[in-house]
């Protein structure tokens, strides 16, 4: 079997170290430099993390192979340096039965350049009426252990309360959207204020979602059950978090890239690749997620990858689709805004992009530390490398990349899936590794 | 000037008052037998209207027609989206035809400035969404100006559903560029999101309370009445027309007091009125009342602002090369 030896490489970018790896596990790690190896990958000056794992991306597979399908998806996933990601159960049909969530993970084994999780469908068709077959998802091969309604809230209480309790046995959790309909209805594009008022825009107050968040935090207590709060917002939802977590409730929540730098005021000219849901925030959101983030009460990023046909984004404001890409820029987002300006080191990156993610997710062989025995899913980050970012350079199947032309400081170099080679910026050895 | 007029910002005081010194020209040639003059001959404007309107669309109709500009009207209400094409695949295929202006009414906000970045012609904001409608700014301005002359340090107040309104936006854009001093009146629940910093910066004021702004400091110029939809009370905007109107509505009680303090005060509403909900109906045929001004003054504007974005001094970018035949 090929053994691939790591050189040089600053381990969570701390201190240096080499890593052998060998039939698709870490053989040794520390000083090996003498050591026979197939092939040799050279890190010297790059930072070596677990591979990264996403909680939140839409794949858009089966039902919209034309916005993304989990091949191209994977490949998205495989150059953000991600080795593995939780995909969305909005597709067309919705992933509510054992049998779309086992073709969903087939599907994902048989592209193999990141692993491919299913997230379960919590209502029945997300109808938010009646409960999906929550327990044959997670006895599947699939193991289904997040279960989500993303794209709708499960706003009836009875519901939710049902859903938190039903999972328990299992240990799933719940990913909840959090906003509630009556106070943001499906019109709702804009942060609401007056940005929203000069435009004459729908306004999607930040009430609407810290109430869901507050009534959830509390449904949580109740039942011991636990809920994880999808892209988080707003300042006032970080406070219900710091509040619950204080009381011990078992609450985690993600915030988004986008969420963490972009700010309401990019819609002036209504360009619908600046609609999302939940709307971008002003300046004070953003900041209070990054603080957030940085003390822990926000515990991971998650970027809600929603890739869209060009067409669906060429409508009015009003009437185009919610959502942004998000997986090949999350790194160097993170990068640029949370370690270059010394917020988080290497460690918490590590932490927050790969090791919690997976914990909350249920998700053994990810995650785990580079240490002997681990699963071989290793992302090689350049923590100096300046990128602009050319959304047509894209592996993602469509182009809806709010990033395009911004310049970041921090990179994924390689990406290691299994032991093998998913991605790399290394074009001398690309051929080679993509065998 | 732009080539485009999408939202009242886009227009300087300097604009505004070109438009309206060549709107007075044109109030001129409607008075004639003959109303056509050739200026725009040859040229050709869409008026695109996805959205139901009756006095704008035949108000841009007509000021096309007597400016001997070939016009022709679509009406594409709900096909964008029913029939799944894109609004530039739609905005695409009309321009293509070559037409030299677009005209456009749409029920989304900011549909126009999207479509102004796809397409090589002018294009005009007709009404877009809540947003906004300059050629109304620009009309009342001209109805107000006609009637009490400059509108430096002049008083008016816009009163009704300024969350969902359109005319709103533009109007307290272009009165603040004339000078006016504007304040707007509305119940908390039909006050934009963040109108308080708006307000601040845009330098206009803000009431709850319509009898505290009429009884106020300055007598009241003009008072600017907006269309209440009834379907506002649904979504629990207010309670009743009944309790609205003994809020906001321009009274005839209220009238009476506006004019005991200023015998020239305007009452002026952009159309169609709920009479009874939001003004009453001997305020509306009161003496005070300009609305069919405004209406024959939208005439007059519109054919000014074709004339400057199609035919004026720096219009030329917008024109297609002469054909060979020509």
Same mark, same amino acid.
């Given at each position: 079997?090929?053994?691939?030896?790591?050189?040089?490489?600053?381990? @969570?970018?701390?201190?240096?170290?080499?890593?052998?790896?060998?039939?698709?596990?870490?053989?040794?790690?520390?000083?090996?430099?003498?050591?026979?190896?197939?092939?040799?990958?050279?890190?010297?000056?790059?930072?070596? @993390?677990?591979?990264?794992?996403?909680?939140?991306?839409?794949?858009?597979?089966?039902?919209?192979?034309?916005?993304?399908?989990?091949?191209?998806?994977?490949?998205?996933?495989?150059?953000?340096?991600?080795?593995?990601?939780?995909?969305?159960?909005?597709?067309?049909?919705?992933?509510?039965?054992?049998?779309?969530?086992?073709?969903?993970?087939?599907?994902?084994?048989?592209?193999?350049?990141?692993?491919?999780?299913?997230?379960?469908?919590?209502?029945?068709?997300?109808?938010?009426?009646?409960?999906?077959?929550?327990?044959?998802?997670?006895?599947?091969?699939?193991?289904?252990?997040?279960?989500?309604?993303?794209?709708?809230?499960?706003?009836? /209480?009875?519901?939710?309360?049902?859903?938190?309790?039903? $999972?328990?046995?299992?240990?799933?959790?719940?990913? =909840?959207?959090? =906003?509630?309909?009556?106070?943001?209805?499906?019109?709702?594009?804009?942060?609401?204020?007056?940005?929203?008022?000069?435009?004459?825009?729908?306004?999607?107050?930040?009430?609407?979602?810290?109430?869901?968040?507050?009534?959830?935090?509390?449904?949580?207590?109740?039942?011991?059950?636990?809920?994880?709060?999808?892209?988080?917002?707003?300042?006032?939802?970080?406070?219900?978090?710091?509040?619950?977590?204080?009381?011990?409730? /078992?609450?985690?929540?993600?915030?988004?890239?986008?969420?963490?730098?972009? !700010? !309401?005021?990019?819609?002036?000219?209504?360009?619908?690749?600046?609609?999302? *849901?939940?709307?971008?925030?002003?300046?004070? &959101?953003?900041?209070?997620?990054?603080?957030?983030?940085?003390?822990?009460?926000? &515990?991971?990023?998650?970027?809600?990858?929603?890739?869209?046909?060009?067409?669906?984004?060429?409508?009015?404001?009003?009437?185009?689709?919610?959502?942004?890409?998000?997986?090949?820029?999350?790194?160097?987002?993170?990068?640029?805004?949370?370690?270059?300006?010394?917020?988080?080191?290497?460690?918490?990156? /590590?932490? +927050?992009?790969?090791?919690?993610?997976?914990?909350?997710?249920?998700?053994?062989?990810?995650?785990?530390?580079?240490?002997?025995?681990?699963?071989? *899913?290793?992302?090689?980050?350049?923590?100096?490398?300046?990128?602009?970012?050319?959304?047509?350079?894209?592996?993602?199947?469509?182009?809806?990349?709010?990033?395009?032309?911004?310049?970041?400081?921090?990179?994924?170099?390689?990406?290691?899936?299994?032991?093998?080679?998913?991605?790399?910026?290394? !074009?001398?050895?690309?051929?080679?590794?993509?065998? | 000037?732009?080539?485009?007029?999408?939202?009242?910002?886009?227009?300087?005081?300097?604009?505004?008052?070109?438009?309206?010194?060549?709107?007075?020209?044109?109030?001129?040639?409607?008075?004639?037998?003959?109303?056509?003059?050739?200026?725009?001959?040859?040229?050709?404007?869409?008026?695109?209207?996805?959205?139901?309107?009756?006095?704008?669309?035949?108000?841009?109709? $007509?000021?096309?027609?007597?400016?001997?500009?070939?016009? +022709?009207?679509?009406? %594409?209400?709900?096909?964008?989206?029913?029939?799944?094409?894109?609004?530039?695949?739609?905005?695409?295929?009309?321009?293509?035809?070559?037409?030299?202006?677009?005209?456009?009414?749409?029920?989304?906000?900011?549909?126009?400035?999207?479509?102004?970045?796809?397409?090589?012609?002018?294009?005009?904001?007709?009404?877009?969404?809540?947003?906004?409608?300059?050629?109304?700014?620009? @009309?009342?301005?001209?109805?107000?100006?006609?009637?009490?002359?400059?509108?430096?340090?002049?008083?008016?107040? +816009?009163?009704?559903?300024?969350?969902?309104?359109?005319?709103?936006?533009?109007?307290? $854009?272009?009165?603040?560029?004339?000078?006016?001093?504007?304040?707007?009146?509305?119940?908390?629940?039909?006050?934009?999101?963040?109108?308080? %910093?708006?307000?601040?910066?845009?330098?206009?004021?803000?009431?709850?309370?319509?009898?505290?702004?009429?009884?106020?400091?300055?007598?009241?110029?003009?008072?600017?009445?907006?269309?209440?939809?009834?379907?506002?009370?649904?979504?629990?905007?207010?309670?009743?027309?009944?309790?609205?109107?003994?809020?906001?509505?321009? !009274?005839?009680?209220?009238? &009476?007091?506006?004019?005991?303090?200023?015998?020239?005060?305007?009452?002026?509403?952009?159309?169609?009125? *709920?009479?009874?909900?939001? $003004?009453?109906?001997?305020?509306?045929?009161?003496?005070?009342?300009?609305?069919?001004?405004?209406?024959?003054?939208?005439? /007059?504007?519109?054919?000014?602002?074709?004339?400057?974005?199609?035919?004026?001094?720096?219009?030329?970018?917008?024109?297609?090369?002469?054909?060979?035949?020509?």
């Amino acid at each position: 079997m090929t053994r691939t030896l790591i050189s040089g490489a600053r381990l @969570l970018g701390d201190a240096t170290g080499d890593l052998l790896v060998q039939d698709g596990v870490i053989a040794e790690v520390g000083s090996l430099g003498g050591t026979a190896a197939d092939r040799h990958i050279d890190a010297d000056g790059l930072v070596a @993390l677990p591979g990264l794992v996403d909680l939140h991306v839409h794949l858009r597979e089966p039902g919209r192979e034309d916005a993304e399908t989990i091949a191209t998806g994977s490949a998205a996933a495989a150059s953000g340096g991600y080795t593995a990601v939780f995909a969305m159960a909005n597709t067309s049909p919705v992933t509510d039965t054992a049998e779309a969530a086992e073709w969903i993970l087939d599907l994902g084994r048989a592209c193999g350049l990141t692993e491919v999780v299913p997230v379960g469908a919590v209502t029945s068709g997300l109808a938010g009426e009646r409960l999906a077959e929550l327990g044959l998802m997670a006895r599947s091969r699939a193991k289904v252990r997040v279960f989500s309604d993303d794209g709708h809230c499960i706003h009836d /209480a009875r519901i939710m309360r049902r859903a938190l309790e039903y $999972i328990r046995p299992f240990g799933g959790v719940i990913s =909840q959207h959090a =906003q509630d309909p009556r106070l943001a209805d499906a019109s709702a594009c804009c942060h609401e204020g007056e940005v929203s008022g000069r435009l004459g825009l729908p306004g999607w107050p930040s009430i609407a979602e810290e109430s869901i968040v507050a009534r959830d935090v509390m449904l949580a207590r109740h039942t011991g059950s636990r809920v994880h709060v999808a892209h988080v917002s707003s300042a006032g939802t970080v406070e219900v978090l710091r509040w619950a977590k204080a009381q011990g409730i /078992a609450v985690t929540a993600e915030v988004t890239p986008h969420h963490l730098v972009l !700010t !309401t005021d990019l819609l002036a000219e209504y360009d619908p690749v600046y609609k999302v *849901n939940p709307p971008l925030r002003p300046a004070e &959101d953003v900041e209070a997620l990054r603080a957030a983030l940085a003390d822990g009460t926000i &515990d991971i990023v998650a970027t809600d990858h929603a890739p869209h046909a060009r067409h669906d984004k060429e409508h009015s404001f009003l009437d185009a689709a919610f959502g942004m890409l998000g997986l090949e820029t999350a790194l160097s987002v993170v990068s640029d805004v949370m370690v270059a300006s010394g917020r988080l080191d290497w460690a918490d990156v /590590a932490r +927050i992009m790969s090791s919690r993610p997976a914990r909350i997710g249920g998700l053994t062989g990810q995650g785990a530390s580079l240490a002997p025995g681990s699963p071989a *899913n290793i992302t090689l980050v350049d923590p100096d490398r300046t990128i602009t970012v050319d959304a047509a350079a894209s592996r993602s199947r469509s182009r809806n990349n709010p990033w395009h032309g911004r310049t970041m400081r921090g990179a994924v170099h390689t990406t290691m899936y299994r032991g093998r080679v998913s991605h790399t910026i290394d !074009t001398d050895h690309a051929t080679e590794y993509a065998q | 000037m732009s080539r485009h007029l999408i939202s009242s910002a886009d227009l300087s005081r300097t604009d505004i008052e070109g438009i309206l010194a060549t709107a007075e020209s044109m109030h001129d040639l409607q008075r004639r037998d003959v109303k056509k003059v050739p200026t725009l001959r040859g040229r050709t404007i869409v008026n695109f209207f996805f959205e139901d309107s009756t006095r704008t669309r035949s108000s841009f109709e $007509i000021a096309g027609k007597w400016l001997s500009a070939d016009t +022709i009207n679509l009406s %594409a209400k709900g096909s964008s989206t029913s029939k799944g094409e894109s609004l530039r695949d739609t905005a695409m295929t009309v321009s293509a035809m070559a037409v030299d202006a677009l005209v456009i009414r749409h029920g989304a906000s900011g549909a126009c400035r999207q479509v102004s970045q796809w397409v090589r012609c002018s294009v005009i904001n007709a009404g877009d969404g809540m947003h906004e409608h300059p050629t109304q700014a620009l @009309l009342d301005a001209y109805t107000l100006r006609t009637r009490i002359g400059e509108l430096d340090g002049k008083h008016v107040v +816009i009163v009704g559903d300024l969350t969902h309104s359109r005319v709103f936006r533009s109007n307290v $854009i272009t009165l603040a560029a004339l000078g006016a001093r504007v304040t707007v009146v509305a119940p908390p629940t039909l006050m934009p999101s963040g109108i308080d %910093a708006w307000s601040e910066t845009d330098g206009f004021e803000t009431s709850w309370d319509l009898d505290t702004v009429l009884a106020g400091g300055d007598p009241v110029d003009a008072v600017m009445m907006l269309r209440v939809q009834r379907e506002r009370m649904s979504g629990g905007y207010f309670p009743t027309a009944r309790e609205y109107t003994v809020g906001y509505g321009l !009274t005839r009680d209220r009238l &009476d007091r506006l004019v005991a303090r200023n015998a020239d005060v305007l009452v002026l509403h952009p159309g169609p009125m *709920n009479r009874g909900l939001e $003004i009453a109906a001997d305020a509306a045929d009161a003496p005070q009342s300009v609305v069919l001004e405004q209406v024959s003054a939208g005439v /007059a504007v519109r054919m000014a602002v074709l004339y400057h974005l199609l035919a004026g001094e720096d219009a030329g970018s917008t024109r297609p090369a002469a054909p060979g035949a020509a």
